[in-house]
């Protein structure tokens, strides 16, 4: 399975529901969602939670039964695990680490995530919409997951064969870039599974 790139999209996938509260739902169309994360790790910040209690909970985040074997099993069978997200570093790096599946992965493809000189995490997105718009009609503004999927199909030596694994609209994109003799595995039930339903 060496030959084998996996593409993992992160929230809705390997963990359910990463921060999609009826709360996010209602604020997202307001603001997007990187300054909308931002601000509320601000507000935390300003009620005195700590990057501490953060990680806490992300430790809680409801993981799918099958994911974690899944993901051992595929990197023992020596695919190239990659992760493609629109959550952000910080909250991924800290659930893979959590779940013994950080050294599964070769590349993490998100947002950035950090903490200030204050100790306050800060969201940002991967790309500036307001300086560099990336074009894409499919996708959010900060990102288009067929860029970053292009730049790995680039990064790899010789032909290998890509798997992507992904739920959301944000997920149709790259799908409509995969090649011959690569996959794309829609989560059923979820949107991007009746984006290609409806667009085969």
């Known amino acids: 399975m060496a030959g084998v790139v996996v593409i993992f999209d992160f929230d809705n996938l390997v963990?359910?529901?990463?921060?999609?509260?009826?709360?996010?739902?209602?604020?997202?169309?307001?603001?997007?969602?990187?300054?909308?994360?931002?601000?509320?790790?601000?507000?935390?910040h300003s009620?005195?939670?700590?990057?501490?209690?953060?990680?806490?909970?992300?430790?809680?985040?409801?993981?799918?039964?099958?994911?974690?074997?899944?993901i051992k099993a595929a990197h023992a069978l020596g695919c190239d695990l990659r992760i493609v997200s629109d959550a952000n570093v910080?909250?991924?790096?800290?659930?893979?680490?959590?779940?013994?599946?950080?050294?599964?992965?070769?590349?993490?493809?998100?947002?950035?995530?950090?903490?200030?000189?204050?100790?306050?995490?800060?969201?940002?997105?991967?790309?500036?919409?307001?300086?560099?718009p990336h074009g894409c009609s499919l996708c959010p503004t900060n990102m288009c997951k067929s860029v970053i999927t292009e730049g790995i199909r680039a990064s790899i030596e010789g032909r290998k064969r890509m798997i992507y694994l992904g739920d959301g609209v944000g997920d149709y994109c790259p799908s409509l870039n995969l090649r011959e003799g690569d996959f794309v595995m829609p989560r059923k039930n979820?949107?991007?599974?009746?984006?290609?339903?409806?667009?085969?």
């Open 15 to 44: 963990v359910d529901g990463l921060g999609a509260t009826d709360l996010f739902n209602d604020l997202l169309p307001t603001m997007p969602w990187n300054s909308l994360m931002d601000r509320m790790m601000k507000e935390f």
């Open 47 to 70: 009620q005195g939670k700590t990057i501490e209690d953060i990680v806490e909970v992300l430790k809680t985040t409801t993981i799918h039964p099958r994911i974690v074997a899944a």
């Open 90 to 132: 910080f909250f991924i790096q800290t659930i893979l680490k959590h779940l013994g599946l950080d050294e599964c992965f070769s590349e993490i493809n998100t947002n950035p995530g950090y903490v200030d000189e204050q100790g306050r995490l800060r969201i940002q997105p991967l790309c500036d919409f307001t300086v560099c």
């Open 190 to 200: 979820f949107p991007v599974f009746y984006k290609i339903c409806q667009n085969p």
